[in-house]
């Protein structure tokens, strides 16, 4: 069966430190990859999504980059964190056109 | 471009009673559609799903959605609630080759013992 991991769990950094995030999948192969965060109280905003290894596309203008350096792990990142980059980042995967799988995701605090 | 509307922003009910939660959708084509819950500091976990197979959708749970094509709308429900339905859910989108989806508001459901 498929699983998807995300870490850490929770993070607290300082304005201006940089940012990583990692998202690893197992149990499939050649998945679509989604980065989405949820701030406190809206709904869902997706970041970045991957169909396939360095393939790239970003949804909204930010601070915020990501990368897939293999098959089945996406990495989320940050050179320099604002107070806006706070909030809770969650990571999916699909197969090609199907539903999507999330991640327990990662609480991020900037302080 | 497709888009959904959750109608109630938050849901109380007792436990043991019927629970609605309601969704509209907007496409302009036959849509994909979903109903994901999340639990607090959770990820979104799938209830159920619609692909244009059979108008009542059975998911987990308990729950169950009914895709009506003349209203544009896919609403969730339980015939009794328990308290550990207490959590957010969101109706879902997705059009035909569409690699994104696209999320209502999410609906918080209380569950009153």
């Known amino acids: 069966s498929q699983t998807i991991h995300q870490w850490p769990a929770t993070l607290v950094q300082p304005v201006g430190s940089p940012l990583s995030l990692e998202c690893t999948v197992e149990?499939?192969?050649?998945?679509?990859l989604y980065w989405y965060r949820q701030a406190a109280g809206r709904g869902l905003q997706l970041l970045f999504y991957?169909?396939?290894?360095?393939?790239i596309s970003s949804e909204v203008p930010q601070n915020l980059s990501a990368s897939r350096p293999q098959d089945r792990q996406f990495i989320l990142s940050s050179k320099k964190l604002l107070l806006s980059d706070s909030g809770f980042y969650l990571c999916?995967?699909?197969?090609?056109?199907?539903?999507?799988?999330f991640g327990p995701g990662t609480r991020l605090t900037v302080t | 471009a497709q888009s959904v509307t959750q109608l109630d922003s938050h849901v109380s009910v007792s436990e043991g009673t019927p629970v609605l939660l309601r969704c509209n959708y907007s496409?302009?084509?036959?849509?994909?559609l979903f109903w994901y819950v999340q639990h607090p500091n959770k990820g979104l976990q799938l209830l159920l799903k619609?692909?244009?197979?059979?108008?009542l959708v059975k998911g987990i749970n308990g729950f169950e959605a009914e895709f009506k094509k003349s209203e544009t709308s896919f609403h969730l429900t339980k015939p009794s609630a328990h308290m550990s339905d207490a959590a957010e859910y969101f109706c879902?989108?997705?059009?035909?080759?569409?690699?994104?989806?696209?999320f209502g508001a999410g609906t918080t459901v209380t569950v009153r013992a």
């Open positions: 999916a995967w699909a197969q090609s056109d199907y539903e999507q799988y």
């Open positions: 991957s169909v396939g290894i360095g393939q």
């Open positions: 496409s302009s084509y036959s849509p994909s």
């Open positions: 619609y692909t244009s197979a059979a108008t």
């Open positions: 149990g499939t192969s050649n998945p679509n």
């Open positions: 879902v989108v997705r059009g035909i080759n569409d690699y994104k989806l696209s």
